[in-house]
Protein backbone atom coordinates (compact mmCIF):
# COMPACT_ATOMS: atom_id res chain seq x y z
CA UNK A 1 0.00 0.00 0.00
CA UNK A 2 1.52 3.13 -1.10
CA UNK A 3 0.76 6.99 -0.95
CA UNK A 4 -0.41 8.98 2.01
CA UNK A 5 -2.99 5.93 3.19
CA UNK A 6 0.50 4.02 3.33
CA UNK A 7 2.33 6.38 5.35
CA UNK A 8 -0.90 6.85 7.81
CA UNK A 9 -0.74 3.47 8.29
CA UNK A 10 2.82 2.86 9.29
CA UNK A 11 3.17 6.05 11.68
CA UNK A 12 0.08 4.17 13.73
CA UNK A 13 1.85 0.74 13.89
CA UNK A 14 5.06 2.84 14.95
CA UNK A 15 2.88 4.58 17.92
CA UNK A 16 1.44 0.97 18.63
CA UNK A 17 5.34 -0.06 18.95
CA UNK A 18 5.89 2.93 20.92
CA UNK A 19 5.72 1.72 24.81
CA UNK A 20 5.87 5.16 26.42
CA UNK A 21 2.49 6.29 23.72
CA UNK A 22 1.23 2.81 24.55
CA UNK A 23 1.41 3.56 28.62
CA UNK A 24 -0.23 6.92 27.87
CA UNK A 25 -3.07 5.70 25.98
CA UNK A 26 -3.67 2.92 28.39
CA UNK A 27 -3.61 5.81 31.32
CA UNK A 28 -5.97 7.71 28.89
CA UNK A 29 -8.95 5.05 28.27
CA UNK A 30 -8.65 4.04 31.92
CA UNK A 31 -9.41 8.15 33.06
CA UNK A 32 -11.85 7.70 30.05
CA UNK A 33 -13.77 4.60 31.85
CA UNK A 34 -13.52 6.29 35.42
CA UNK A 35 -15.01 9.69 34.55
CA UNK A 36 -17.41 8.32 32.44
CA UNK A 37 -18.66 5.88 35.17
CA UNK A 38 -18.61 8.97 37.97
CA UNK A 39 -20.42 11.23 35.36
CA UNK A 40 -23.19 7.98 34.65
CA UNK A 41 -23.68 7.91 38.00
CA UNK A 42 -23.53 11.60 39.11
CA UNK A 43 -26.20 12.39 36.69
CA UNK A 44 -28.60 10.38 38.28
CA UNK A 45 -27.86 11.02 41.65
CA UNK A 46 -28.13 15.27 41.07
CA UNK A 47 -31.27 14.54 39.77
CA UNK A 48 -33.05 12.66 42.08
CA UNK A 49 -35.60 14.33 44.54
CA UNK A 50 -36.16 13.09 47.81
CA UNK A 51 -38.63 10.67 49.26
CA UNK A 52 -41.23 11.20 51.62
CA UNK A 53 -42.65 8.98 53.37
CA UNK A 54 -45.73 9.61 55.84
CA UNK A 55 -45.72 6.21 58.41
CA UNK A 56 -48.41 6.89 60.64
CA UNK A 57 -51.76 7.85 60.19
CA UNK A 58 -52.23 5.37 56.89
CA UNK A 59 -53.62 6.73 53.65
CA UNK A 60 -57.44 7.18 54.07
CA UNK A 61 -57.20 5.03 57.42
CA UNK A 62 -59.96 5.03 60.36
CA UNK A 63 -58.72 5.84 63.76
CA UNK A 64 -60.18 6.35 66.54
CA UNK A 65 -57.78 8.91 68.93
CA UNK A 66 -58.61 12.53 67.99
CA UNK A 67 -55.00 13.53 69.18
CA UNK A 68 -52.88 11.21 66.49
CA UNK A 69 -49.43 10.98 66.38
CA UNK A 70 -48.41 12.07 62.67
CA UNK A 71 -44.87 10.82 61.78
CA UNK A 72 -43.26 11.43 58.47
CA UNK A 73 -40.28 10.25 57.46
CA UNK A 74 -38.02 11.82 54.02
CA UNK A 75 -34.36 10.89 52.68
CA UNK A 76 -32.13 12.06 49.96
CA UNK A 77 -29.09 10.60 47.72
CA UNK A 78 -27.51 14.02 48.91
CA UNK A 79 -28.24 16.59 52.00
CA UNK A 80 -32.14 17.57 52.55
CA UNK A 81 -32.44 21.24 53.48
CA UNK A 82 -33.46 21.60 56.38
CA UNK A 83 -34.87 25.05 56.07
CA UNK A 84 -37.22 23.76 52.97
CA UNK A 85 -39.50 21.64 55.57
CA UNK A 86 -42.92 23.01 55.65
CA UNK A 87 -45.89 20.99 57.49
CA UNK A 88 -49.75 21.21 57.01
CA UNK A 89 -52.48 19.95 58.32
CA UNK A 90 -55.79 20.46 56.88
CA UNK A 91 -53.99 23.71 54.94
CA UNK A 92 -52.50 25.17 58.51
CA UNK A 93 -48.86 25.55 58.53
CA UNK A 94 -47.97 23.78 61.91
CA UNK A 95 -43.96 23.57 61.03
CA UNK A 96 -43.19 25.25 64.19
CA UNK A 97 -45.15 23.09 65.91
CA UNK A 98 -43.63 19.70 64.73
CA UNK A 99 -40.78 18.53 66.02
CA UNK A 100 -38.85 18.15 62.57
CA UNK A 101 -35.62 16.85 62.31
CA UNK A 102 -32.83 16.13 59.40
CA UNK A 103 -34.48 12.37 58.82
CA UNK A 104 -38.19 13.32 59.69
CA UNK A 105 -41.09 15.02 61.42
CA UNK A 106 -43.30 14.06 64.06
CA UNK A 107 -46.20 16.12 64.97
CA UNK A 108 -48.90 15.73 67.90
CA UNK A 109 -51.77 17.81 68.02
CA UNK A 110 -52.57 20.30 71.51
CA UNK A 111 -56.26 19.56 71.09
CA UNK A 112 -58.52 17.41 69.63
CA UNK A 113 -59.36 17.20 66.38
CA UNK A 114 -62.98 17.31 64.75
CA UNK A 115 -64.44 14.03 63.91
CA UNK A 116 -63.93 13.38 59.91
CA UNK A 117 -61.55 13.34 56.84
CA UNK A 118 -58.17 15.46 57.73
CA UNK A 119 -55.48 16.25 55.27
CA UNK A 120 -51.55 16.38 55.81
CA UNK A 121 -49.02 17.75 53.50
CA UNK A 122 -45.29 18.30 53.33
CA UNK A 123 -42.98 19.77 51.45
CA UNK A 124 -38.82 19.42 51.57
CA UNK A 125 -36.08 19.97 49.36
CA UNK A 126 -32.32 19.29 49.21
CA UNK A 127 -29.35 20.97 48.87
CA UNK A 128 -29.42 20.85 44.92
CA UNK A 129 -33.28 22.19 44.96
CA UNK A 130 -34.71 18.96 44.18
CA UNK A 131 -38.16 19.18 45.98
CA UNK A 132 -40.69 16.96 46.97
CA UNK A 133 -44.32 17.02 48.01
CA UNK A 134 -46.24 14.46 49.66
CA UNK A 135 -49.91 14.87 50.68
CA UNK A 136 -52.43 12.17 52.65
CA UNK A 137 -55.56 11.73 54.73
CA UNK A 138 -57.08 10.29 57.24
CA UNK A 139 -60.49 9.80 59.25
CA UNK A 140 -61.56 10.24 62.54
CA UNK A 141 -64.68 7.94 63.33
CA UNK A 142 -66.22 8.22 66.77
CA UNK A 143 -66.26 4.82 67.19
CA UNK A 144 -64.92 1.00 66.37
CA UNK A 145 -66.68 -0.83 62.97
CA UNK A 146 -67.94 -3.43 64.05
CA UNK A 147 -70.26 -5.90 63.03
CA UNK A 148 -71.94 -9.34 64.02
CA UNK A 149 -73.42 -12.36 61.90
CA UNK A 150 -76.33 -14.50 63.15
CA UNK A 151 -75.57 -17.60 61.62
CA UNK A 152 -77.82 -20.74 63.11
CA UNK A 153 -76.22 -24.39 62.63
CA UNK A 154 -73.41 -25.34 60.56
CA UNK A 155 -73.28 -28.92 59.52
CA UNK A 156 -70.39 -30.98 58.68
CA UNK A 157 -68.92 -30.32 54.75
CA UNK A 158 -71.46 -27.45 54.42
CA UNK A 159 -69.38 -24.96 52.90
CA UNK A 160 -71.06 -22.40 54.97
CA UNK A 161 -70.41 -18.83 53.13
CA UNK A 162 -71.33 -15.60 55.28
CA UNK A 163 -71.47 -12.75 53.74
CA UNK A 164 -70.60 -9.62 55.73
CA UNK A 165 -73.35 -6.51 55.97
CA UNK A 166 -71.64 -4.07 56.97
CA UNK A 167 -74.31 -1.54 56.26
CA UNK A 168 -72.99 1.95 56.21
CA UNK A 169 -69.95 1.48 58.56
CA UNK A 170 -66.71 2.49 56.66
CA UNK A 171 -63.49 1.38 55.99
CA UNK A 172 -65.43 -2.38 55.10
CA UNK A 173 -62.22 -4.97 55.17
CA UNK A 174 -63.57 -8.55 55.14
CA UNK A 175 -66.76 -8.91 53.03
CA UNK A 176 -67.14 -13.06 53.06
CA UNK A 177 -66.24 -15.71 55.62
CA UNK A 178 -66.73 -19.51 54.65
CA UNK A 179 -66.28 -22.45 57.21
CA UNK A 180 -66.03 -25.75 56.42
CA UNK A 181 -66.59 -28.04 59.87
CA UNK A 182 -65.82 -30.99 61.01
CA UNK A 183 -68.44 -31.80 63.41
CA UNK A 184 -72.11 -29.88 63.36
CA UNK A 185 -71.91 -26.46 65.21
CA UNK A 186 -74.89 -24.87 66.60
CA UNK A 187 -76.67 -21.68 66.92
CA UNK A 188 -73.20 -19.52 65.74
CA UNK A 189 -72.19 -16.05 65.76
CA UNK A 190 -69.36 -14.63 63.67
CA UNK A 191 -68.28 -11.03 65.45
CA UNK A 192 -65.71 -9.10 63.12
CA UNK A 193 -64.36 -5.49 64.21
CA UNK A 194 -61.82 -2.87 62.71
CA UNK A 195 -59.18 -2.13 65.16
CA UNK A 196 -57.51 1.40 65.10
CA UNK A 197 -54.24 0.74 63.38
CA UNK A 198 -52.81 2.82 67.01
CA UNK A 199 -54.64 0.99 69.60
CA UNK A 200 -53.92 -2.14 68.29
CA UNK A 201 -51.68 -3.20 71.80
CA UNK A 202 -49.70 -5.77 70.23
CA UNK A 203 -46.07 -6.43 68.32
CA UNK A 204 -45.96 -4.37 65.01
CA UNK A 205 -45.41 -7.31 62.37
CA UNK A 206 -42.30 -6.38 59.86
CA UNK A 207 -40.85 -8.18 56.77
CA UNK A 208 -39.36 -11.01 58.87
CA UNK A 209 -43.11 -11.78 59.63
CA UNK A 210 -43.81 -12.62 55.66
CA UNK A 211 -41.57 -14.95 53.15
CA UNK A 212 -43.18 -13.00 50.32
CA UNK A 213 -43.54 -16.01 47.85
CA UNK A 214 -44.43 -14.93 44.26
CA UNK A 215 -48.06 -15.82 43.51
CA UNK A 216 -47.46 -16.69 39.90
CA UNK A 217 -44.72 -18.71 38.36
CA UNK A 218 -42.08 -16.54 36.62
CA UNK A 219 -42.37 -13.00 39.46
CA UNK A 220 -39.94 -11.63 40.59
CA UNK A 221 -39.87 -8.27 42.40
CA UNK A 222 -37.37 -6.69 44.94
CA UNK A 223 -38.47 -5.15 47.68
CA UNK A 224 -37.62 -2.41 50.87
CA UNK A 225 -37.49 -3.02 54.28
CA UNK A 226 -40.78 -1.36 54.65
CA UNK A 227 -44.34 -3.48 55.17
CA UNK A 228 -47.39 -1.23 55.67
CA UNK A 229 -50.51 -2.23 57.43
CA UNK A 230 -53.92 -1.81 55.99
CA UNK A 231 -56.11 -3.06 58.99
CA UNK A 232 -56.17 -4.85 62.22
CA UNK A 233 -59.38 -6.77 62.45
CA UNK A 234 -60.45 -8.57 65.40
CA UNK A 235 -62.30 -11.92 64.51
CA UNK A 236 -64.53 -14.26 66.85
CA UNK A 237 -66.69 -16.99 65.84
CA UNK A 238 -69.03 -18.26 68.59
CA UNK A 239 -71.18 -21.48 69.45
CA UNK A 240 -73.77 -21.17 71.93
CA UNK A 241 -72.53 -18.29 72.92
CA UNK A 242 -68.18 -19.75 73.68
CA UNK A 243 -65.32 -20.18 71.24
CA UNK A 244 -65.14 -22.84 68.91
CA UNK A 245 -62.47 -25.11 69.33
CA UNK A 246 -60.07 -25.14 66.14
CA UNK A 247 -60.45 -28.83 65.84
CA UNK A 248 -63.86 -28.58 65.31
CA UNK A 249 -63.26 -26.40 61.90
CA UNK A 250 -61.53 -28.15 58.53
CA UNK A 251 -61.01 -24.52 56.61
CA UNK A 252 -62.03 -21.23 57.12
CA UNK A 253 -61.62 -18.89 53.92
CA UNK A 254 -61.12 -15.46 54.72
CA UNK A 255 -62.29 -12.79 51.56
CA UNK A 256 -61.36 -9.26 51.75
CA UNK A 257 -60.59 -5.76 49.62
CA UNK A 258 -57.48 -3.46 50.08
CA UNK A 259 -58.38 -0.43 48.34
CA UNK A 260 -56.05 0.96 45.48
CA UNK A 261 -55.41 4.54 46.50
CA UNK A 262 -53.74 2.90 50.07
CA UNK A 263 -51.63 0.65 47.42
CA UNK A 264 -50.72 3.78 45.09
CA UNK A 265 -50.07 5.88 47.70
CA UNK A 266 -47.65 3.77 49.17
CA UNK A 267 -46.16 2.04 46.23
CA UNK A 268 -47.58 -1.37 47.66
CA UNK A 269 -47.11 -4.37 45.26
CA UNK A 270 -50.40 -6.13 45.19
CA UNK A 271 -48.66 -9.18 44.23
CA UNK A 272 -46.98 -8.64 48.04
CA UNK A 273 -50.44 -8.35 49.88
CA UNK A 274 -50.53 -10.91 53.13
CA UNK A 275 -52.60 -11.67 55.59
CA UNK A 276 -51.26 -12.18 58.83
CA UNK A 277 -52.77 -13.90 61.76
CA UNK A 278 -51.59 -13.54 65.58
CA UNK A 279 -51.04 -16.71 67.38
CA UNK A 280 -48.85 -18.04 70.44
CA UNK A 281 -47.32 -14.57 70.91
CA UNK A 282 -46.22 -13.81 67.01
CA UNK A 283 -47.56 -13.08 64.11
CA UNK A 284 -48.27 -16.05 61.63
CA UNK A 285 -48.35 -15.69 57.16
CA UNK A 286 -51.30 -17.66 56.01
CA UNK A 287 -51.55 -18.14 52.39
CA UNK A 288 -52.93 -15.73 50.51
CA UNK A 289 -54.43 -15.39 47.05
CA UNK A 290 -54.94 -12.80 44.36
CA UNK A 291 -59.02 -13.35 43.37
CA UNK A 292 -59.49 -10.19 41.19
CA UNK A 293 -59.60 -6.43 41.04
CA UNK A 294 -61.69 -3.26 39.82
CA UNK A 295 -61.56 0.13 39.53
CA UNK A 296 -61.71 1.09 43.39
CA UNK A 297 -60.49 -2.42 45.04
CA UNK A 298 -58.25 -5.65 44.64
CA UNK A 299 -60.18 -8.78 46.32
CA UNK A 300 -58.16 -11.59 48.20
CA UNK A 301 -58.64 -14.53 49.80
CA UNK A 302 -56.46 -16.00 52.53
CA UNK A 303 -56.82 -19.99 54.24
CA UNK A 304 -56.63 -19.87 58.27
CA UNK A 305 -57.70 -22.92 60.83
CA UNK A 306 -58.96 -20.09 63.77
CA UNK A 307 -60.11 -16.95 64.57
CA UNK A 308 -58.29 -14.20 66.29
CA UNK A 309 -56.43 -10.76 65.43
CA UNK A 310 -55.26 -10.50 61.95
CA UNK A 311 -53.67 -7.95 60.31
CA UNK A 312 -53.72 -7.38 56.62
CA UNK A 313 -50.14 -5.92 55.41
CA UNK A 314 -48.14 -4.82 52.26
CA UNK A 315 -44.45 -4.75 51.31
CA UNK A 316 -43.29 -1.17 49.36
CA UNK A 317 -41.85 -2.62 46.11
CA UNK A 318 -38.39 -1.33 44.60
CA UNK A 319 -38.28 0.61 42.05
CA UNK A 320 -35.20 2.01 39.85
CA UNK A 321 -36.16 5.76 39.18
CA UNK A 322 -34.25 7.08 35.94
CA UNK A 323 -33.51 10.37 35.56
CA UNK A 324 -34.63 13.03 33.28
CA UNK A 325 -31.01 12.97 31.52
CA UNK A 326 -31.36 9.93 30.26
CA UNK A 327 -29.65 11.35 27.34
CA UNK A 328 -26.56 12.43 28.18
CA UNK A 329 -26.57 8.54 29.54
CA UNK A 330 -27.03 7.19 26.75
CA UNK A 331 -24.03 9.44 24.80
CA UNK A 332 -21.79 8.27 27.96
CA UNK A 333 -22.32 4.72 27.03
CA UNK A 334 -21.88 4.72 23.66
CA UNK A 335 -18.08 6.63 24.42
CA UNK A 336 -17.40 3.63 26.69
CA UNK A 337 -18.19 1.02 24.34
CA UNK A 338 -16.39 3.14 21.64
CA UNK A 339 -13.38 3.02 23.72
CA UNK A 340 -13.37 -0.26 24.38
CA UNK A 341 -13.35 -1.08 20.71
CA UNK A 342 -10.19 1.05 20.33
CA UNK A 343 -8.38 -1.32 22.98
CA UNK A 344 -9.40 -4.45 21.38
CA UNK A 345 -7.97 -3.10 18.65
CA UNK A 346 -4.50 -1.96 19.59
CA UNK A 347 -4.48 -4.98 21.77
CA UNK A 348 -4.93 -7.21 18.23
CA UNK A 349 -2.31 -5.40 16.70
CA UNK A 350 0.38 -5.60 19.54
CA UNK A 351 -0.52 -9.89 20.08
CA UNK A 352 0.04 -9.95 16.14
CA UNK A 353 -3.34 -11.12 15.50
CA UNK A 354 -4.04 -7.64 13.37
CA UNK A 355 -0.92 -6.73 11.04
CA UNK A 356 -0.19 -3.85 8.16
CA UNK A 357 1.06 -4.96 4.95
CA UNK A 358 3.94 -3.32 3.64
Keep these: MGGFGGEFMRLGKSLVDNKIVWKLFIFSIVFILFFSCFAFFYVDTIRAEPTIRIENPGLDSVIYDKTPTIKISYYDVGI ?13 DLTSSANVTSEGLVYIPSSELALGRHTIL ?49 QMVFYSVVIDSVNKLEDTNLFIANLSISSADITRPTMADTTLISFGAGYSITYTQNLFIYSYSDIEFLSNGSSINETNIDSITLKFKIAKSWMDSNDVDKNGVRLLRYKNDGWQELTTNFDSEDTN ?62
Design 122 to 170: LTVSDTLNNSAVKSDSFNIASSISSVEEDIGDINPDDDKEISIDWGTAS
Design 80 to 92: INPDSIVFYLDNI
Design 297 to 358: FVYYSAMTKGFSLFALVGPEKLVEKTSAGGGINVLLIVGVIIAVIIIIILLLFKLGYLYIEK
